[in-house]
């Protein structure tokens, strides 16, 4: 009996089953029958068929709701109801018209590939919908004129799980997705909110952004550099995403914050932080300890400890500076990636309180002030 796993199931994102809804109710508008399934074609050209989960008939309007299923993936709209409202435009040649129905937001802050009053369907999206329609129009020799609402019944508290408060979308969620497909575990919609949030600072005029592997590093940078939450980027484990992005679209400074397991990984070369992509080092770790002036016997304690926070307990109750020289070696890790862009890399780490146990400069900038290393007898 093979004892291997099933492949994941793939699934489909926001942006598909709006584009699905909308054909299968601009159809309806025209023709007075739902298709059901309804067929669309992705951005890279699969042919996909929808079931149509509702439908509703009004005096001027055809509405359908298709339920998202995200495969395996841990999608926030995996069972969402997305539901495209179709009504008849107003003079010829005004094509798409998009309206925020209820639960998809509105976009309120400059730098998206959406400015601001738009409803949050991102620029794929639109144009998958604007194929379905004028696919249907096409086929019954009608102009396609129409306004396409989208709503996502209970998309605003959905919303609540998601960035898109910082990134200025209100009242609900973004229609996403750039080839209709949700890879399970692809984190690609976090990927793509960590470059909406770079886009969102550069557009309010920031020159200096902080990624944060998670809300203490994050809170504790904010008050370091006494940054707007604009210039604050949820970087998660995804530091590979965020620089890779900086060096295609540069940033002046991006200051990296993390717990001293994350950006110890980091410093091992790391730019996918995520448990499953590689454990702490402690080998690693013990050669940065002799390298900051720690004892042979402090080595082999720290190559011997059972996580990095003790590790690093165990250097401060020596006195060496273990969080300097991870930084320093996670700058280098950073630098790589960005070489030659024009952005400058900073690195802070963070112990579980919030104090500053490390720390990698900007070009030319000086340490910040920070409390002494905590004792290892520390009450938690």
């Avoid at 229609?175 to 550069?202: E, F, K, M, Q």
């Amino acid at each position: 009996m093979s004892s291997q796993k099933p492949p994941l199931r793939r699934g489909w994102t926001t942006g598909a089953c709006a584009a699905a809804a909308a054909k299968a109710a601009y159809a309806a508008l025209l023709t007075g029958e739902f298709p059901d399934p309804v067929a669309v074609t992705l951005p890279r050209g699969q042919r996909v068929d929808f079931a149509l989960a509702n439908t509703r008939r009004g005096a001027d309007f055809t509405s359908v709701g298709v339920v998202k299923d995200a495969g395996d993936d841990p999608d926030v709209t995996h069972g969402a109801l997305v539901v495209a409202t179709v009504r008849a435009g107003g003079r010829r040649g005004t094509g798409v018209q998009f309206r925020a129905g209820e639960g998809v937001g509105t976009v309120t802050r400059a730098g998206l590939a959406i400015p601001p009053g738009e409803p949050a369907i991102n620029p794929v999206p639109r144009r998958m919908i604007r194929g379905a329609i004028a696919e249907v129009a096409s086929a019954a020799k009608a102009a396609a004129d129409v306004e396409v609402e989208i709503a996502i019944p209970g998309g605003e508290a959905l919303a609540a799980r998601t960035l898109n408060g910082r990134l200025g979308i209100v009242g609900g969620l973004s229609i996403l997705g750039t080839t209709g497909i949700v890879v399970p575990y692809s984190c690609s919609a976090w990927i793509a909110s960590i470059h909406n949030g770079i886009d969102v600072a550069r557009g309010a005029g920031h020159s200096h952004i902080a990624g944060a592997t998670g809300a203490s590093s994050e809170a504790a940078v904010q008050k370091l550099h006494g940054l707007p939450e604009t210039a604050l980027i949820d970087m998660g484990d995804f530091v590979g995403g965020m620089l890779k992005y900086l060096r295609a679209h540069p940033m002046p400074r991006v200051t990296i914050a993390g717990g001293v397991a994350k950006m110890t990984k980091l410093a091992q070369g790391l730019l996918d932080l995520h448990s499953r992509r590689g454990a702490v080092d402690l080998a690693a770790l013990a050669a940065f300890a002799r390298k900051a002036g720690g004892s042979a016997e402090l080595a082999e304690q720290i190559a011997v400890s059972n996580t990095a926070a003790e590790a690093f307990a165990r250097a401060a109750a020596e006195g060496v500076a273990l969080g300097d020289e991870v930084a320093r070696a996670a700058q280098r890790t950073a630098a790589e990636v960005v070489a030659g862009c024009g952005t400058d890399v900073e690195i802070v780490l963070f112990d579980r309180d919030g104090v500053l146990v490390g720390h990698a400069a900007f070009a030319g900038s000086h340490v910040p002030s920070r409390a002494p290393f905590p004792s290892r007898n520390r009450r938690r």
